[in-house]
DNA sequence: TATTGTTATACTCTATAACTATA
DNA sequence: TATAGTTATAGAGTATAACAATA
């Protein structure tokens, strides 16, 4: 039963947002179902890949970029802390600062974690050819990085 | 204060995954701001614009074609309806199926919305020249819409 | 004054199951 | 039996405002 067997061609809507809208769609649901098994979500791993990343990001940094509310991130480290991913450390330099690390099972799950990714994103794109999602990526890197921001 | 600004580089995250959403994210914000002032938001915007395509598509077909679960866009027809914008009508060919359409002021309000949308993926995609667009778009289309769905 | 993290709140979106009427 | 639409509900995601500690 495809789409078009609906009675909807594939042309109907055009727009290139609502085309990211649909792709997002597609490849967040092949996340998610990817990390389920390591108890993260997309937005956890997205949280620890950036604290087991080495930059000892602040919660702040993580919520710029990630495009969260702050207040979002207190909820997302709080779960990972739970989970014995991450802890939070002062920061020497600005004592409201803290910043989110990896513990050692932190590494490990992360490890895990991109590997699961990696597949579901040979699972999403595997009609593109390397060049084509390499071409892909760049064009995704400058809408998702606007020069401004 | 960019994002670099806040210690984290543009490249600490590359899973073609998460610059899916992260672009998404960005593309959605200025959609959802451009379509505010005519009383949509993105979704009901995707069901007016099938709505008034003349294709005549039933609920399901729109819930598979914007991958929303059927319920959903019970409520997304009923705002629309309670709006004015569009209306059920029975299938003669299929009691049990109900077509989605737009009323004259729908595809009024569609005409309108297709412009500022037009507006909100120029101020979007600003940076990508138009055959990049192309490219994105062609390359966008071909994740959304995978070879088995 | 401004910023970091936090709490609280409300709203939107998503996912699931169950029901009815039709097929 | 299966499908289209519907209802209900719970959980996840998003947005906003306010506060204490610190800069």
Do not use: C
């Not at 609906?6 to 179902?33: P, Y």
């Not at 930059?55 to 207190?74: C, F, H, K, M, N």
């Amino acid at each position: 039963m495809t789409d078009v067997a609906q009675g909807l061609g594939e042309d109907t809507l055009t727009d290139i947002n609502f085309l990211l809208a649909r792709a997002n769609a597609v490849a967040g649901a092949a996340s998610a179902r990817a990390l389920a098994p390591l108890g993260l979500r997309v937005r956890s791993y997205a949280v620890l890949a950036l604290a087991a990343g080495g930059s000892r990001p602040s919660q702040r940094s993580i919520a710029s970029y990630l495009r969260l509310d702050p207040s979002q991130v207190v909820s997302l480290v709080d779960g990972l802390q739970d989970q014995g991913l991450v802890l939070r450390e002062p920061d020497p330099g600005d004592r409201r600062t803290k910043v989110v690390v990896a513990t050692r099972r932190g590494r490990e799950v992360h490890r895990r974690a991109v590997e699961v990714i990696r597949g579901a994103e040979d699972e999403v794109h595997a009609d593109l050819a390397p060049d084509e999602r390499a071409q892909l990526s760049s064009l995704l890197h400058r809408v998702a990085f606007p020069a401004g921001e």
